[in-house]
């Protein structure tokens, strides 16, 4: 009897110790909402419109909050200085990506090297990466750039109405042309219909909560014929079908357009001629990851950016007003913009500052990982605790952004407003992510925008149409919330 009482005695005690360590635990944790037994936050997971929610809850509980989810920690971080301690001064912790069983396991996504872990193949992805798209070589894609945004601009004078499907076509087109040298033709067409379906299905699972299978990974086991309408085993399977034929397709065109001797030079064709010992599955990743990238969060989404900057021109007509005025000034009315001319358009760089800070493509940093324990400002950090770049409330910190809802250009422009300048760009660069993974492709991408919106600007006026008794069209900036967001733009243009 007294045996028994002792194990007793000794069970009340350990368990009394295990709640007494959870609780400590707990009291070094970010605040964050209450979390309920076994399932945490789960619920506190949003399904819609997560950007305003989370920064709700950033609102609420601070720049940094903690959640637990299903026994992972995940922490929304809603300050650019706390991202980058973490990611820039403590990147060697803090550089590593989550484990995701959509991703990695189901959807086999893990070549496309913004999901990789952090290790030597990511390191030698992201290096042939950053050789054919870094600031030095990033001039070697104006030509194509110019032409493109021309291209453009005489489909919108064809058919302005169709102005939704040409940013569309403009995007693809100039993503193909600079990673393969391949023209928009029905094959390639296809390619980019199966690249916009692999990305929305992809920034999808970036969102936390999105995938329940996410927190409980034996649910992977479930076949896809017991799910009501395949579920997430169907989107699995399908997405990991179109990545591959999107990686492929393309690739396969390259290689052998270099046997017949007619390849045009571009991404795939410069980084395999350059040295015939690189892998050539390494090159075919990279080469994927430089497309399907840009249709996804790791670069710039270019079309998003087009339909954000018409929706902020239709909504503020005074901006476009100014912007033609400079246009105008440099231009002479008699030329189109070229890339010489950036330097004399300081209000029209700045439209394209504030059309990714006003709607940033992507919301949310992709997830980092941390590798081992740390704390940080008094808070406990666990290894494989996730931390998630609340991208939306740093570009919309009515301290650095006075007025955060208001598209105002000038905000970029030395001497134009009284503000710091240096405070306004820090936190701007998180748009494309912190750390070691950084975009490597913002320089090419920000070009791209850059000599399209001038383009656009110098020719033509953008303005909300009027309704059926003539009178102007009034427009309210309504987006549609998601990891990449799309927006409803109802312009004419001429």
Known sequence: MYFVFALLALALALTALWYRRKENAASSMPPGPPPLPVIGNLFDIP?????????????????MVYMSVLGKNIYLVSSV???????????????DRPYSTMLHKLMDLEWIFAFRSYGNVWREQRKLFHSQFQETVASDYMTLQVNSARDLARAILASPEDLIEHLHTHAASVLM??????????QTSEVVRMADEVAMASTKVAV???YLVEFLPI???IPEWLIPGGGFRKDARECKEKAAMARDVPFEAVVNDIAKGIAKPSFTS??????????????????????????????LPIMVALQTFVLAMVAHPDVLTRAQREADSVMCQDRLPTFDDRDSLPYINGIVHEV????PPAPFAIPHMSVNDDEYQGYHIPAKSIIVGNLWKILHDPEVFPEPMRFIPERFIRGDQDHNLEAIMESFMAVYGLGRRTCPGRFVAFQQLFITIATIISLFDITAGVDENGKPNKVEPDFTFGLVWSVQVPPVLR
Request: aromatic share 12%; proline share 2%; with cysteine.
């Open 47 to 63: 399904r819609k419109a997560e950007a305003l929610a989370y920064s709700r809850l950033a609102d609420k509980y601070g720049n």
């Open 219 to 221: 649910m992977q086991y």
């Open 208 to 210: 936390p909560g999105s």
């Open 81 to 95: 200085h706390i991202l980058n301690d973490l990611f820039n001064k403590r990147s060697a912790n803090y550089s």
């Open 270 to 299: 410069k980084a395999l001629a350059r040295d015939s010992r690189v892998d050539q599955q390494l090159i075919k990743s990279c080469a994927g990851v430089a497309y399907l990238g840009m249709f996804s969060f790791r670069l």
């Open 177 to 186: 042309g600079m990673t393969y040298g391949l023209k928009m033709t029905p």
């Open 356 to 359: 990714l800070r006003w709607n």
